[in-house]
């Protein structure tokens, strides 16, 4: 079964909103990290909102393309959508609309083969996995920048969810990814 996994930049304040404030904690360290979460990807799982900042962007980059760049232009990405600013029927950039109920559509990726689903900024897509149980691990890209305003990846419409802490990944320079798990379920009380 295929994992779910969220890859978000956040500042130490929690804003993930147009994450360009990044670009200074760009180091090799975390290219290395970028490409193999990228490698380990059999597609994209994307909402509306990100797909249509990241895809002219990448596909202006095709020509003359690094690995990085044609592996993200080849991998099939599904974008969940409610249908409000894409017409359903002309995807781009390799891709499939999701429409219809997303936990049932999300629910089936998960038992197709191939590589995990790699889901890139995306709150409101973020936390509807979560509250659907859907999400498999959460990998925070936690970056020294405290920015004031923003879009807040969690509010007081997140669900309350109970994470377990798998690991933190120092990529120098101050950024750190902290991954977290499903909470494991609570043992029975032994007799």
């Known amino acids: 079964m295929r994992k779910v996994i ?81 017409a359903p029927g002309t995807p781009e950039w390799n891709a499939t609309f999701l429409t219809g109920d997303l936990a049932s559509e999300v629910a089936e990726l998960k038992r197709q083969g191939g590589g995990d689903l790699l889901v890139y900024g995306s709150g409101q897509l973020v936390n509807a996995l979560l509250a659907h149980g859907l999400l498999d691990e959460l990998r925070l890209w936690t970056l020294p920048v405290v920015q004031g305003k923003g879009r807040k990846l969690f509010d007081e419409d997140s669900p309350v969810t109970t994470l377990t802490p798998l690991g933190t990944t120092d990529l120098g320079g101050g950024a750190l990814v902290h991954a977290y798990g499903p909470a494991a379920a609570p043992s029975a009380p032994s007799a």
């Open 6 to 86: 969220a890859s978000v930049f956040v500042s130490i304040d929690g804003v993930f909103e147009d994450p360009s404030w990044s670009m200074p904690f760009w180091n090799d360290e975390a290219a290395k990290y970028a490409g193999a979460q990228m490698d380990e990807a059999g597609a994209l799982l994307l909402g509306r909102v990100t797909y249509e900042g990241m895809a002219p962007a990448w596909t202006a980059r095709a020509e003359g393309a690094d690995s990085g760049t044609r592996r993200m232009n080849a991998l099939p990405k599904y974008v969940a959508t409610r249908g409000a600013g894409i």
